[in-house]
């Protein structure tokens, strides 16, 4: 067991006492503990993970704007949105019944779809071609469910329900990706990476399916202000969309939105070997939701509580990502998106403590970001320990 490995145990332990013990106590435990390692055998056939990738920067900042606002007060957590020709749907986070809000370009409740069945805790939303709405019954805050699920809700309000199970145990997830041929994809919201699922076999209504990993997506700190969690909001997954023609994926953290190409409509390859766009998102307090706009060419963004901003973010500029070719090159330095060696330090744009090597050292920002990042995890990670440890 490494030091974080211990750490995170103690975090665990601790919290099951009725004193508060400091962050600072629990990253005093990661450093000094000492590190164990058993024999291990190289797994058979391990999962590949995304290549290195190099976003470009695109600050939303003037160039966003918002959209319209969500005032209906049965519409308090938007966890997810799908846009459709004049509507946008979106979902609550929670609830006893499946609900989809259909709304105006005003935020404007036009209708409701809805179904007595009882969700678990629906977290993203997508839409086929037919426009059966896809929820995504996925969320799993304490890491206790056996199975998650997808339920399917027709325009007419019928529904059926497919359940999944991982492969290597419960996960907390945020986002759903729908390729172009019905492939759901399952992104785990967890602060050390976001792991990728897809069903191993085709889905049946009357069994679970099993899934198999496809990738793993750990995203660096950025910087980015928003969020419910501080440097942590910048790490977590929240949400994700598919672009109507399947040609480009979006996933978003609280704070930053990362778009892949998938000019072939392959997201399990662009996840793999593509270069995300990085485009830091307006600052919201908890911000989940992302879906492409009808045409492709904006991003729309929702956030919990209310009033609830719906921000759109425009993507003219980023035609090499709807191509699949080069687009132009925003000035200023590059900062890296996922990357399969973990966060690393990112400094702020236009800075040369982007650069390690430019302050002798690397950048302040970047290591209070990870210092923050890693007290965050630990948190999260004996947080979920605490279950166990506290019977």
Same mark, same amino acid.
């Given at each position: 067991?490494?030091?974080?490995?211990?750490?995170?145990?103690?975090?665990?332990?601790?919290?099951?006492?009725?004193?508060?013990?400091?962050?600072?106590?629990?990253?005093?435990?990661?450093?000094?503990? =000492? $590190?164990?390692?058993?024999?291990?055998?190289?797994?058979?056939?391990? =999962?590949?993970?995304?290549?290195?990738?190099?976003?470009?920067?695109?600050? +939303?900042?003037?160039?966003?704007?918002?959209?319209? &606002?969500?005032? #209906?007060?049965?519409?308090?957590?938007?966890?997810?949105?799908?846009? +459709?020709?004049?509507?946008?749907?979106?979902?609550?986070?929670? *609830?006893?019944?499946?609900?989809?809000?259909?709304?105006?370009?005003?935020?404007?409740?036009?209708?409701?779809?809805?179904?007595?069945?009882?969700?678990?805790?629906?977290?993203?939303?997508?839409?086929?071609?037919? *426009?059966?709405?896809?929820?995504?019954?996925?969320?799993?805050? #304490?890491?206790?469910?056996?199975?998650?699920?997808?339920?399917?809700?027709?325009?007419?309000?019928?529904?059926?329900?497919?359940?999944?199970?991982?492969?290597?145990?419960?996960?907390?997830?945020?986002?759903?990706?729908?390729?172009?041929?019905?492939?759901?994809?399952?992104?785990?919201?967890?602060?050390?990476?976001?792991?990728?699922?897809? =069903?191993?076999?085709?889905?049946?209504? #009357?069994?679970? &399916?099993?899934?198999?990993?496809?990738?793993?997506?750990?995203?660096?700190?950025?910087?980015?202000?928003?969020?419910?969690?501080?440097?942590?909001?910048?790490?977590?997954?929240?949400?994700?969309?598919?672009?109507?023609?399947?040609?480009?994926?979006?996933?978003?953290?609280?704070?930053?939105?990362?778009?892949?190409?998938?000019?072939?409509?392959?997201?399990?390859?662009?996840?793999?070997?593509?270069?995300?766009?990085?485009?830091?998102?307006?600052?919201?307090?908890?911000?989940?939701?992302?879906?492409?706009?009808?045409?492709?060419?904006?991003?729309?963004?929702?956030?919990?509580?209310?009033?609830?901003?719906?921000?759109?973010?425009?993507?003219?500029?980023?035609?090499?990502?709807?191509?699949?070719?080069?687009?132009?090159?925003?000035?200023?330095?590059?900062?890296?998106?996922?990357?399969?060696?973990?966060?690393?330090?990112?400094?702020? $744009?236009?800075?040369? +403590?982007?650069?390690?090597?430019? #302050?002798?050292?690397?950048?302040?920002?970047?290591?209070?970001?990870?210092?923050?990042?890693?007290?965050?995890?630990?948190?999260?990670?004996?947080?979920?320990?605490?279950?166990?440890?506290?019977?």
């Amino acid at each position: 067991m490494t030091g974080w490995g211990v750490a995170a145990l103690t975090a665990g332990w601790l919290a099951c006492l009725p004193v508060p013990v400091p962050v600072t106590s629990l990253l005093a435990v990661a450093a000094s503990a =000492p $590190s164990w390692s058993a024999p291990t055998r190289p797994p058979a056939s391990p =999962p590949r993970l995304a290549a290195a990738p190099v976003a470009t920067v695109r600050l +939303a900042g003037p160039a966003a704007r918002v959209f319209c &606002t969500i005032s #209906d007060r049965r519409i308090t957590e938007s966890s997810g949105l799908v846009a +459709a020709g004049d509507s946008l749907y979106t979902v609550n986070d929670g *609830g006893d019944r499946l609900r989809v809000f259909v709304l105006d370009r005003g935020c404007r409740v036009r209708r409701v779809i809805e179904n007595p069945l009882n969700p678990y805790d629906v977290e993203d939303l997508a839409r086929s071609p037919d *426009g059966t709405l896809w929820l995504a019954d996925i969320g799993d805050n #304490d890491a206790a469910r056996r199975t998650v699920a997808v339920e399917l809700l027709t325009d007419s309000g019928e529904a059926s329900l497919f359940r999944f199970s991982y492969p290597d145990g419960a996960h907390d997830a945020g986002a759903l990706l729908r390729d172009r041929h019905g492939r759901p994809y399952l992104v785990t919201k967890e602060p050390l990476g976001a792991r990728v699922y897809t =069903p191993a076999r085709t889905p049946a209504a #009357d069994r679970s &399916t099993p899934l198999r990993l496809v990738v793993r997506l750990p995203f660096p700190p950025t910087g980015t202000p928003g969020g419910p969690v501080g440097a942590v909001s910048q790490v977590l997954v929240t949400g994700g969309a598919v672009a109507a023609d399947g040609t480009r994926l979006v996933l978003r953290t609280y704070t930053d939105a990362y778009l892949w190409s998938a000019p072939d409509g392959d997201l399990a390859a662009a996840l793999r070997s593509g270069r995300p766009d990085r485009i830091a998102l307006p600052a919201t307090a908890q911000g989940e939701a992302i879906a492409f706009s009808a045409d492709g060419r904006t991003l729309l963004t929702s956030t919990e509580g209310l009033p609830a901003a719906v921000h759109a973010v425009p993507l003219d500029d980023a035609d090499g990502a709807a191509s699949g070719s080069p687009g132009p090159t925003q000035p200023g330095p590059t900062q890296p998106g996922p990357t399969p060696t973990g966060p690393t330090p990112t400094g702020r $744009s236009g800075s040369a +403590a982007a650069d390690p090597a430019a #302050d002798g050292g690397g950048s302040s920002l970047g290591r209070a970001a990870v210092a923050a990042l890693l007290a965050g995890a630990l948190i999260w990670v004996g947080g979920r320990l605490r279950g166990a440890l506290c019977r």
